[in-house]
């Protein structure tokens, strides 16, 4: 979500600018500009014998009159003088938008050597695969929840007072990108009002309202893999209605880097299944989750973000280019 509002920022001022060069291109047409002092605007034209075929901006459509009324030295000029100035508008336009978006890479944090966060937002994993830094962007999945009916009827049996007992999985038996490292770096920079968030009480009804939360709102959970798939956590649910929830939860530290949370486990990570996991209250988390594994020996992770040298001469205070690693 945080993505969609950057870039609808940089549409904020690309279009009308664009807008703005259309409009004049428009309001400043071409001119056929005859010897009485009078003109005829148009957008293209053409001498065929002893007459002048051009094309109406006001009209829109094709018209003709003789060439010997038009006045072609003036003419030659004031398209001359318009074409440098419409190229002029461009090129400080093209400058304008070089600008701004310098100031955005400026903006985002440096992770590693010539590497840096996107300016997207959303969720990445800084990572290193044979010496080469990298950011893996983690997919957000939805957890699904087993209410695990068959134990919950027979507790219910021997004791009507008792709670039910569901499970918070997801698919699979491996995340699809791999930490080479067992103490990965997760940055995370996303919007307060993420359409997705789903509390578990309402994972049926899909509607959230999110409150602001502070840095540790982000945690890092090990799942527990079970057949086929994996187990971020339980819900225990009282007979009155209270939800607790149980995870296996990992010490990490929080940092604020810009607009980005810089999530760190606080020990290596051994190898296994984890989550990055948002918590919606200081007892609730989102259904949705990040997930990923962590195994050295994995091999490289497809898609990544990796920094490289532009190709040709560059200067040496430019910032070099993030280009995807191409997918195995």
């Known amino acids: 979500m945080m993505r969609f509002f950057r870039y609808a920022r940089l549409l904020l001022f690309a279009v009308p600018a664009l807008m703005a060069v259309l409009a004049a291109a428009q ?15 148009v957008t293209q034209y053409e001498v065929v014998g002893d007459r002048v075929r051009y094309y109406s901006a006001e009209r829109y459509g094709w018209e003709e009159l003789p060439k010997d009324l038009i006045d072609w030295p003036t003419t030659e000029k004031y398209n001359k ?5 419409r190229s002029a508008d461009e090129a400080a336009l093209a400058k304008e938008d070089e600008a701004n978006h310098r ?10 050597p010539a590497l840096r966060l996107p300016d997207g937002g959303g969720v990445f994993l800084l990572d290193r695969f044979r010496d080469e830094p990298s950011l893996v962007e983690l997919v957000q999945s939805g957890g699904e929840l087993n209410k695990q009916m068959g134990r919950n009827i027979l507790r219910a049996a021997l004791n009507p007072l008792a709670s039910s007992k569901q499970t918070i999985e997801l698919q699979g038996i491996h ?27 309402d994972a049926g009804k899909a509607k959230n309202k999110k409150p602001q939360l502070p840095l540790d709102r982000f945690r890092i959970v090990r799942m527990e893999r079970r057949k086929d798939l994996r187990v971020v956590g339980n819900l ?11 995870a ?13 949370a ?67």
């Open 236 to 246: 225990n649910i009282k007979v009155y209605g209270k939800v607790t929830q149980k």
């Open 175 to 201: 995340a699809k990108f791999q930490s080479h490292l067992t103490r990965p770096e997760i940055y995370v920079d996303i919007d307060n009002t993420d359409e997705n968030a789903v509390l578990p009480e």
């Open 262 to 328: 810089k999530v760190v486990p606080v020990e290596d990570l051994a190898p296994g299944e984890y989550a990055v996991v948002e918590m919606l209250n200081d007892k609730q988390m989102n259904l949705y989750v990040w997930d990923f594994g962590v195994d050295p020996k994995a091999p490289a992770n497809p898609g990544t973000w990796t920094p490289r040298q532009p190709a040709g001469d560059r200067k040496s205070d430019e910032e070099p280019t993030l280009q995807k690693r191409p997918k195995n």
């Open 103 to 112: 100031v955005e890479v400026a903006e985002s944090p440096l992770v590693a």
């Open 248 to 260: 296996n939860w990992i010490r990490t530290t929080s940092t604020k880097i810009g607009e980005w």
């Open 81 to 85: 003088d318009r074409d440098f100035q």
């Open 27 to 41: 309001q400043n047409p071409r001119r056929l500009i005859l010897k009485d002092g009078s003109y005829q605007a």
